[in-house]
């Protein structure tokens, strides 16, 4: 089996089985808007390992293209020394603040509205192409990355958790629903993937604070319901499972980058 493949396989294990979506009151792998705009506005006052490796590669007047932009929290924190950026992402309210952020900071913008790769024919190619916390999103990965590459004129800065971002609660799943779930593809896959396409990719590892490790355990709490498919009714019993087994308070980023051969 390819690394392409198994990568698909391990997110096709990380669906939810249908007895218990099919009781979902919510969409359980979406996230707020506002969720995004707060992140946005977190990194453009931190200098983390992708923003100094993207930015290194800038120079002044330079252009960004943010791949699933959200809010723009990989990309704003580039102007300057960028001077424009083309935000793709799927989702119409994602743009909306995106551009809102952007305009807040005086940042030449264009959105499109369009999933990667088939947004790939809609823009150009840019300086620096950023994709941040999507690749576990992607189960065709090989094309969706081909497309980031071919994209770069400079180099191509993707950042994504080590392992999946919802790992940490398999404790809650068997808590709330007595099953084990899968752990899912780890950053390490995907490294696997640029491989097989004839990328080798600089690996950096870092750390971060969980965002949610500072969220009062009641709005915690109604995340957690969300992604676990089940209602406010079990509130109290997602509260005794997280006081047991609470959000780490600091979690592994893999950043990968690299320059046109």
Not at 70 to 87: F, N, Q, T
Not at 174 to 191: E, F, K, N
């Amino acid at each position: 089996m390819s690394a392409a493949a198994k990568w698909a396989a391990a997110l096709a294990a990380l669906a939810i089985p249908p007895e218990i979506l099919a009781q979902a009151p919510e969409d359980p792998w979406a996230f707020p808007v506002s969720l995004f705009v707060r992140a946005a506005e977190a990194a453009v006052t931190v200098e983390s390992p992708s923003v100094i490796r993207a930015r290194a590669a800038l120079s002044p007047g330079g252009s960004v293209l943010d791949v699933g932009c959200g809010a723009g929290a990989a990309s704003l924190p580039l102007c300057p020394p960028a001077g424009s950026i083309v935000g793709v992402d799927e989702s119409a309210d994602m743009l909306v603040a995106f551009a809102e952020q952007a305009d807040a900071r005086g940042v030449d913008h264009r959105e499109v509205c369009r999933r990667w790769p088939a947004a790939a024919n809609d823009v150009a190619a840019a300086d620096v192409v950023v994709c941040s916390h999507v690749l576990y999103n992607v189960a065709d990965l090989a094309p969706f990355v081909a497309g980031l590459a071919d994209h770069s004129r400079r180099r191509t800065v993707v950042e994504l958790t080590s392992e999946h971002p919802r790992a940490w609660m398999r404790p809650l799943w068997r808590a709330m629903h007595h099953i084990d779930r899968p752990t899912g593809p780890v950053a390490d896959d995907a490294v696997a993937v640029l491989a097989d396409l004839g990328i080798t990719p600089n690996v950096e590892r870092w750390v971060r604070p969980t965002p949610m490790k500072d969220e009062p355990i009641a709005e915690l709490a109604a995340f957690v319901r969300v992604a676990l498919c089940v209602t406010s009714e079990r509130d109290p019993e997602i509260v005794a499972a997280l006081r047991k087994d609470p959000p780490p308070a600091e979690r592994e980023i893999t950043t990968l980058w690299w320059d046109p051969a």
